[in-house]
Nanobody
Framework: QVQLVESGGGLVQAGGSLRLSCAAS????????MGWYRQAPGKQRELVAA???????NYADSVKGRFTISRDNAKNTVYLQMNSLKPEDTAVYYC????????????WGQGTQVTVSS
């Protein structure tokens, strides 16, 4: 069983930056992909960014050009660099791990709150 622990959330003004980290208790290299999801109050959880074991990335249209996902396999850690933050980015951000391609994400962290003030 892999445990994922997010950190780095907080309160920031619009236009500011935050970097989220997701530390895994085991090797992340074995996963097909690692992803960051977010869920705002009253909204469905959405995929923000994902990175495969080969390093390919994809982003939600709403964050393209502002967010960057990366991974450090040696540290078993995935990052989400968030720049030019907007109030609509306010949400709980979750890290997730996918074992196989085209399958659901299998492991989830507890989430970290990101609040962007206007």
């Amino acid at each position: 069983q892999v445990q994922l622990v997010e950190s780095g959330g907080g309160l920031v003004q619009a236009g500011g930056s935050l970097r989220l980290s997701c530390a895994a208790s085991g090797s992340i290299f074995s996963f097909n992909a690692m992803g960051w999801y977010r869920q705002a109050p009253g909204k469905q959880r959405e995929l923000v960014a994902a990175i495969t074991s080969g390093g390919s990335t994809n982003y939600a249209d709403s964050v393209k050009g502002r967010f960057t996902i990366s991974r450090d396999n040696a540290k078993n850690t995935v990052y989400l660099q968030m720049n030019s933050l907007k109030p609509e980015d306010t949400a709980v951000y979750y890290c997730a791990a996918q074992r196989r391609a085209r399958s659901k994400y299998d492991y989830w962290g507890q989430g970290t709150q990101v609040t962007v003030s206007s």
